[in-house]
């Protein structure tokens, strides 16, 4: 038995590693490396047997997560339940952490998974990249082009889906964004959910534009992207841009805005790591757009029935957070405050709703009721 973490991967994340072989089962403890940034959520490794012949048949062993009361937003460390996939097949999730304090009031969480044979990708919910976006626009037969709309912050080529001609037009349009911060996996797979539907319908009346990947270069270091220094992406919409993803999407607004009848942005999110109550909205504030607000309670009523209590949080109407001290807005502001356009932002959990577990095929069964809900409203 020899264990081997390897965390220079794509999304990778671990650090501090310690494989400890004397206790019942053999345990792999880590950390998750901040990358210099103030808060940190995501890690993401493989871990390989280096001598497969030494693998213990039906074995076991414990993932120990360290540290895990410095990590954001943790309440209950219980609560988390990261993925795993063993080589050649699908992703899993693991059950409810084993949470241990020490005297001191250290706490560190554990899981237990199957011996690794030869491999196990760990992450802490299901990865989504370049990759994943690929095989959706592969599925899509031709429906979604793919257009490099300028450069990240570390010059990675950003992209955007778009599903028609670039001549104006006056079709009612949608513009979606994922991954603001890079580590929130679920608004990708919600919004992977949402275009497989349109690509697939008929009905759709939208032109619809889209980023899946704002965040390019944090998902490929594997940062979590909340609240980075010296600026949250979220926090340096409008007027004077942080960032230079801001420069290239809000330029990328305007052309859309010169190509449909612009009616709802959509920014897809993930909440707190511990909350399991459900997917919800949040609201630009009514100073923004006194009657933009209305129009978005209205979208988030009919987003909150597409969901049902199967998905839908009770309380599915949410003011948005307040932005960072420095000057800036978040992307619902900007787009209902400057541009006047309708936008929310739709959360949807790590883990859990209620007591279920959140599996690919649940998130995208979210994105597709929220698709189907966008069009039946529209048409």
Not at 138 to 148: F, M, V
């Amino acid at each position: 038995m020899s264990l081997k973490v390897r965390s220079r991967i794509p999304y990778g994340n671990a650090r501090a590693v310690q494989v400890k072989t004397d206790g019942e089962m053999p345990a792999v403890h880590f950390s998750v490396d901040p990358h210099g940034e103030p808060q940190c959520l995501w890690f993401c490794f493989t871990l390989e047997e280096t001598e497969p012949a030494a693998t213990p048949a039906d074995g076991k062993l414990r993932l120990v997560l360290d540290h895990c009361d410095n990590l954001a937003g943790v309440t209950d460390p219980s609560l988390l339940m990261p993925v795993y996939r063993p080589s050649d097949k699908g992703w899993f999730r693991t059950k409810r952490g084993d949470v241990h304090t020490e005297e001191d009031g250290r706490c560190s969480v554990a899981w237990e998974v199957n011996y690794p044979s030869p491999a196990l990708d760990v992450a802490f919910c299901f990865p989504y990249g370049k990759d994943e976006v690929g095989r959706l626009v592969h599925k899509s037969k031709g429906y979604w082009q793919t257009d490099k709309i300028g450069l990240s912050h570390n010059g990675r080529p950003l992209m955007r889906l778009r599903n028609n001609p670039t001549a104006p037009g006056k079709r009612p349009g949608l513009y979606l964004i994922a991954r603001q911060h890079a580590g929130e996996t679920p608004g990708s797979w919600v919004l992977d959910g949402v275009l497989e539907h349109l690509s697939r319908t008929r009905k759709n009346p939208f032109l619809v534009w889209t980023v899946p990947l704002c965040d390019v270069d944090g998902i490929h270091g594997g940062d979590y992207g909340a609240h980075g220094l010296p600026y949250d992406m979220n926090c340096g919409w409008g007027a004077t841009p942080r960032r230079h993803e801001h420069v290239v999407i809000q330029n990328d607004l305007a052309r859309w805005q010169e190509r449909c009848t612009p009616t709802l942005a959509i920014d897809f999110h993930a909440p707190g790591p511990c909350e399991t109550g459900g997917v919800y909205c949040r609201l630009p504030p009514p100073e923004s757009n006194p009657e933009l607000h209305k129009e978005a309670v209205k979208w988030a009523h009919t987003l909150k029935d597409a969901l049902t209590d199967e998905f839908a949080a009770e309380k599915f109407e949410r003011a948005e957070e307040e932005p960072g001290p420095l000057p800036g807005h978040s992307f619902l502001r900007y787009v209902a405050g400057t541009l006047g356009v309708c936008a929310v932002t739709v959360e949807t959990p790590y883990a859990m709703v209620g007591t279920t577990p959140l599996s690919q095929k649940a998130y995208r069964e979210i994105g597709r009721r929220i698709s189907d809900a966008l069009i039946r409203r529209k048409t």
